[in-house]
């Protein structure tokens, strides 16, 4: 079994794994139903085990010997001694089952545990291959690669930003968050500077080349990425954990039996009994069991190793954007002139903002909506770029704007006004005076307070760490609101994954994050969990998906991988000491080599059942 999530396995090692288990199971089923149903004799019906254990058995036995020519001594050692022992035994289905155990289960772990090129290839894949230049008056589409600095290209609405640079003309918004960790749609006018790998709003924008593409921001997220694959923490398995003092022991135990009783079949005999069936198959039925629970519970386990390291990790990292946060502005105060009242003041502002396709629009809206205001009629909207939005609403002229414009045109204003602090604000205006200031904050997950409090109590999470790219001052904002004592602000990948790599140095960790800014940290952490489907890229890099995106279904993931772990233990150990049970009973000469291979599948039977435990879902998977 590997003993590591790093490096991936060789397409060609899990396709050869993948063939010999087909082989190991078409030769099972055709031994069986020629033993069973066509009642051939027992020699002939051996023949496709002996094929199997030819043409499976000796690669995977080489391998085993590599193995402990570097030491390692893992379950999967005894397991190649037990082939080795079954076929001097003439046990052929038993060695044929080992090696259909090993080998589907390393090609079972292969397939589900991402490469490097998986998550390279997203990122690569995400990106425009062409980009869409001017000259004068013609178009034409060119390699990324050719684009020089001082170019002017057009970017499509929806379209992908593909290189760093200015806005020379049009007027629209840009979705950066998955970049950067800034939560909201931000604003594209003439000079304001547009990242690639940004995502295009309605509006079509010509902007100017400012870097190459490989100097561009996104090229930079694929190098720190290439970085973070090459360093991966490395996961040793519970099974090898296990194996690692089960195989040298079993082995010592039947090399003693031989030489005190000078009888080579009781080292056979202590071989078949100590088959480490419960870590071969317990363990992996357990594992298997946990992802179909948590798949059923819309959360995808994409690497199974995290299932066993869950429990065990100190240290917990969150991204804002998108894991705290909802990802979207919240209107949450509204400071009104004292000629104004508060629901007068927001129900004309929600009845014009019903029509804007502005970023916070949305967020007025709602509030007006949860405060119960009437929608009133309203007329003449105008929204031209960088002049806000105005109409007339109830037969009064309604304007909104930004603090800078109106201070701008009002000189005198500027010390009367509310004073300025994090997050977005708009201020409104009636009739060409000021009537309000209404600030803005990206929206906090009601569940999130709780969540990060029962971390301590019920986890044994030692540390809570906030890592975003947005602003310091709304970082701090969302920590204090949350409780969480540490927090960071102003982090590009680079420095998150810094951050993370020396963390997980130190103990082993958790991230949880949602954007294409968090792909390097997720692949640096111990374990990655990723919020949502939004990108392709940090689905690939995490090890964990939750769907549903929510802090209730990162607690469910974490007690399901606590109950596999228990379980798969209890499986484990319960049947490795049952097994060493027999293996006294073995090398005192009153357990025959046939009679252990009997016991051994009793204890096999046994671990499995209780390790199939896991897929019964409790009664309660939350506890916060």
């Known amino acids: 079994m590997p003993t590591s999530k790093t490096p991936a396995p060789e397409p060609s090692v899990s396709r050869k794994q993948s063939v010999i288990a087909v082989l190991a199971i078409v030769a099972i089923t055709v031994h069986l139903i020629m033993r069973f149903v066509i009642l051939s004799d027992r020699d002939v019906a051996e023949l496709p085990l002996l094929i199997a254990l030819v043409f499976g058995g000796i690669p995977l036995v080489w391998e085993l010997l590599v193995k402990l020519f570097r030491r390692e001594f893992g379950s999967d ?11 001097v035994l003439h046990e052929y289905l038993a060695g044929t089952l080992v090696v259909l155990m090993l080998s589907g289960g390393e090609a079972l772990e292969a397939y589900a545990v991402r490469s490097a090129s998986s998550v390279l290839h997203a990122l690569a894949k995400r990106m425009p291959s062409v980009a869409h230049r001017k000259q004068g008056t013609m178009l034409e589409d060119v390699a990324l690669d050719a684009v020089q600095i001082g170019d002017e290209l057009l970017v499509l609405p929806h379209d992908i930003c593909p290189i760093d640079g200015t806005v020379v003309e049009g007027h629209g918004v840009m979705d950066e968050s998955y970049l950067t960790g800034e939560p909201y749609m931000m604003s594209k006018t003439p000079g304001s500077q547009v990242l690639s790998g940004s995502i295009n709003g309605d509006s079509a924008l010509t902007i100017r ?17 290439q970085s973070s694959e090459q360093h991966r923490p490395r996961i040793r398995r519970l099974g090898d954990q ?19 009783s000078g009888d080579p079949i009781r080292f056979l005999a202590v071989m078949v009994v100590a088959t480490p069936c419960p870590l071969l198959i317990a ?3 357990a594992i298997i069991g946990s992802i179909s629970l948590a798949a059923r519970r819309a959360i995808i386990v994409r690497d199974p190793a995290v299932l066993e390291q869950v429990d065990v990790c100190k240290t917990i990292i969150f991204d804002k954007t998108g894991t705290l946060t909802y990802g979207k502005p919240q209107l949450i105060q509204q400071i009104a002139a004292p000629e104004h009242a508060p629901q007068e003041v927001l ?18 809206v709602a509030a007006g909506r949860n405060a119960n205001v009437v929608l009133k009629e309203s007329s003449q909207m105008s929204e031209r770029p960088g002049e806000g939005l105005r109409g007339i609403v109830a037969g009064k002229d309604i304007r909104i704007t930004s603090r800078k414009k109106y201070v701008a045109a009002h000189p005198e204003a500027n010390d009367t006004l509310p004073q300025q602090v994090g997050g977005l604000e708009c201020l409104i205006l009636i009739d060409g005076v000021y009537a309000a200031t209404y600030r ?7 569940e999130g307070a709780d969540f990060v409090h029962h971390l301590a109590r019920r986890h044994q999470i030692e540390r809570v760490v906030l890592l975003s790219g947005d602003r310091e001052s709304e970082v701090q904002y969302l920590a204090e609101l949350v409780g969480i004592s540490e927090s960071y602000g102003g982090q590009s990948p680079e420095d998150k994954l810094a951050f993370v790599r020396r963390e997980t140095e130190r103990v082993k960790t958790i991230f949880v994050g949602d954007g294409i800014n968090d792909a390097p940290a997720l692949m640096a952490a111990t374990i990655g969990i990723a919020f949502g489907q939004n990108s392709d890229v940090t689905s690939e890099a995490a090890g964990v998906v939750i769907m549903d995106s929510s802090l209730a279904k990162v607690d469910e993931f974490m007690h399901i991988s606590r109950r596999m772990r228990t379980i798969a233990l209890q499986s484990a150990v319960g049947g490795m000491a049952l097994s060493f049970i027999g293996m006294l009973i073995a090398s005192a000469g009153y357990l025959p080599p046939v009679a252990g291979a009997v016991t051994q599948e009793v204890i096999d039977v046994i671990a499995v059942l209780n390790a199939l435990r896991v897929a019964w879902p409790p009664k309660k998977l939350v506890d916060f």
């Open 347 to 364: 129900s004309l502002v929600a009845s014009l903002e019903q029509y804007s396709k502005h970023p916070l629009a949305e967020a007025i």
């Open 77 to 87: 050692l005894l397991a190649g001694i037990s082939i080795v022992t079954s076929v």
């Open 283 to 285: 363990i992996p039925v």
């Open 242 to 260: 296990l194996g690692a003092f089960y195989t040298p022991l079993a082995v010592a135990l039947g090399v003693a039996a031989w030489v005190v």
């Open 209 to 225: 080349a400012e870097k190459l593409a490989v100097d561009s921001r996104y090229a930079k997220i694929m190098g720190v990425m």
């Open 440 to 446: 803005f904050r990206d929206a906090p997950r009601s």
